[in-house]
C-alpha cells in the first residue's frame, strides 16, 4: 500500500500539532507506523489520501453506527446548515432532541445537551458533588470518562494505551478525591462503601467497559453498584458515552435492566457532529443553572446542525429489528476470527455485546482490566498492521473496543475474516 500522501502529511502535523494528531490515540503510537490520513468515507469504508480503503471497525470511534456518510445524515445536516449554523438561542431541534432521549432512555427526565463526552461526564460529577454537598468519587480501573481532571486516575482508552493512566498536570488534592476500584471485584466496592460510603458523592462506571478494550460486567455487578449507591445516598452514573444506543436503542441500562441516577452520551447523538449530554433524576437535572446553583454552560450546545445530525442517526437506529442484525453481524465477525485464530494456532478471545466487541490476544476469557492488561500486545500489533496491509481497519491500540456498523455487509465481515487468516499466521 502507498502511504506517501499520508507521510507528507503527517510530517507536516507533527510540527504544529502535538503527535501530529488532535486526539493521542489517532497516532498509532502503540501499534507503530503512521498513522494514515482520511480522505472520505462511506457506509462501511474509509478512503485515505493515496486511495486506499479500509473496512473500518472503529467508526470515528463510535458515532457512525448506521455507517458513515448516510444519506438522511447529510441531507438533514445539509438542510439545516442553510438556514445557519448556530443561533445561540434555543431552537426547536434541542427540544426534539430532549424529547429523544428522554423518550429512548426512561431514567432520563430531564437532559443538557454539551459538546463531548467529557463535557457531559465532569458536568455529571460537579452535579452529584454539588447535590449531594461530597466530594468523592468512585471510578474503575482501565475505565474512560474523557480529560476531565478528576477521570485521568488509572484511566483507560489512550492514556492506558500511552502509558500515562495517571496524566501530570492533575493536582494531587483533586486527584486524591478520586477513588479507583478493580472493574467486577463487587467484594472491593462492598468493602470501600463499609468504609466510607457516606462520603462519596458518586460512582461513574461504565456499564460495558470499553477502554480496557471490551469488558462486560459480571452477572449482578451493576446490581450490586445500584444497591451500594442506593443505600448510601451516593448519586449512580453509567457512563453510556460509548455503550449508549449502540448495544440496545436504550443502552447498556436497558440491556442490564438497571436505572443509573444519571446517564452520560455521546457519540452516536451526534451523529459525527461534536456532540454530548447528561440527563436522569429529575430533582438532580433541576439543580443545573438556570433553574439551580450547579453551573454548566457551552456556546455551542445544541446547536442545530450537531441536533440535525444526532436526530436523523437516532432516527435510523429505531428502525424495526436494527439492532438484531446488529448484533448478527458481530457475532458473525467474532466467530469468524475465533475460527481463523484457532486454525492458525494463536490464542484469542472475544468479547462482544450488541453493536461493540473486543478481540483479546491470550486464551483466557477477559472480564477484569488485569486480565486485559496481561494480553500479548505485541502479537496484537503485529496482527493489526498484517490486517491494515489487507484494507481492514482494527482500532490502533491493544486497549480499544471495537464498532460494527449497519453498513457492515456479510461480504465485508466475511473478507475480514479471511484477511484475519493470512493475518494470524504473521501474528503467531
Ligand atoms: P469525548 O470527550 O472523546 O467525546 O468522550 C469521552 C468519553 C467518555 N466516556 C467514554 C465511555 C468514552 O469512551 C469516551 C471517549 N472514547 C474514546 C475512545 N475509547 C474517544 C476516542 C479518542 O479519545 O479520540
Known amino acids: 500500500m502507498n502511504h506517501a500522501i499520508s ?21 498509532f503510537k502503540s501499534v507503530g507506523g503512521d498513522p494514515f490520513f482520511a480522505a472520505r468515507a462511506e457506509g462501511a469504508y474509509l ?56 423518550r429512548l432512555v426512561p431514567s432520563c427526565e430531564m437532559v443538557r445537551m454539551v459538546n463531548s463526552g467529557t463535557e457531559a461526564t465532569l458536568s455529571a460529577i460537579r452535579l ?24 485521568l486516575v488509572k484511566a483507560g482508552s489512550g492514556a492506558l494505551t500511552l502509558g500515562v493512566p495517571d496524566s501530570p498536570g492533575v493536582p494531587k488534592a483533586l486527584a486524591d478525591l478520586t477513588i479507583t476500584l478493580p472493574y467486577n471485584d463487587a467484594d472491593a466496592a462492598s468493602a470501600l462503601f463499609a468504609d466510607c460510603g457516606d462520603e462519596i458523592a458518586a460512582v461513574i462506571v461504565e456499564p460495558i467497559a470499553g477502554n480496557m478494550n471490551c469488558v462486560l460486567p459480571n452477572p449482578g455487578y451493576l446490581e450490586h453498584l445500584r444497591m451500594l449507591c442506593t443505600r448510601h445516598g451516593t448519586v449512580l452514573i453509567f457512563d453510556e458515552v460509548m455503550t449508549g444506543f449502540r448495544v440496545a436503542l436504550g443502552g447498556a441500562q436497558a440491556r442490564y435492566g438497571i436505572t443509573p441516577d444519571l446517564s452520560t452520551f455521546g457519540k452516536i447523538i451526534g451523529g459525527g457532529m461534536p456532540v ?40 435510523l437506529i429505531q428502525a424495526p ?27 484469542v478471545s472475544t468479547n462482544r455485546s450488541c453493536a461493540m466487541y473486543g478481540l483479546f490476544f491470550g486464551a483466557e476469557k477477559v472480564s477484569t482490566f ?36 449497519a453498513a457492515h455487509s456479510d461480504a465485508d465481515i466475511d473478507a475480514t475474516i479471511a484477511a484475519a487468516r493470512e493475518a494470524f499466521c504473521m501474528a503467531a
Request: net charge neutral; proline share 4%.
Open 7 to 27: 507521510h507528507d502529511l503527517f510530517t507536516r502535523a507533527i510540527a504544529l500539532m502535538p503527535g501530529g494528531v488532535n486526539s493521542p490515540v489517532r497516532a
Open 47 to 102: 478512503f485515505d489520501v493515496d486511495g486506499n480503503r479500509y473496512i473500518d471497525y472503529i467508526g470515528s470511534w463510535g458515532p457512525m453506527i448506521a455507517g458513515h456518510a448516510h444519506p438522511a445524515v447529510i441531507e438533514a445536516v445539509t438542510r439545516v446548515a442553510a438556514d445557519g449554523l448556530s443561533f445561540g438561542v434555543p431552537n426547536a431541534l434541542e427540544v426534539t432532541m430532549a424529547e429523544t432521549i428522554t
Open 128 to 151: 452529584a458533588r454539588g447535590a449531594t454537598g461530597r466530594n468523592r468519587m468512585v471510578k474503575f480501573e482501565g475505565c474512560y470518562h474523557g480529560h476531565g481532571d478528576s477521570f
Open 276 to 315: 454530548g449530554a447528561y440527563g436522569g433524576r429529575r430533582d438532580l437535572m433541576a439543580q443545573i443553572a438556570p433553574s439551580g446553583p450547579i453551573y454548566q454552560a457551552g456556546t455551542l450546545s445544541g446547536n442545530p446542525v450537531a441536533m440535525a445530525a444526532g436526530l436523523a442517526t437516532l432516527e
Open 321 to 347: 429489528g436494527f439492532y438484531e442484525s446488529l448484533e448478527a453481524k458481530t457475532n458473525r465477525l467474532c466467530d469468524g476470527l475465533e475460527a481463523a485464530a484457532r486454525d492458525a494456532g494463536v490464542a
Open 370 to 405: 488485569a486480565q486485559a492488561t496481561s494480553c500479548d500486545v505485541a502479537g496484537f500489533r503485529r496482527f493489526f498492521h498484517a490486517m491494515l496491509k489487507r484494507g481492514v481497519y482494527f482500532a490502533p491500540s491493544a486497549f480499544e473496543a471495537g464498532f460494527i456498523s
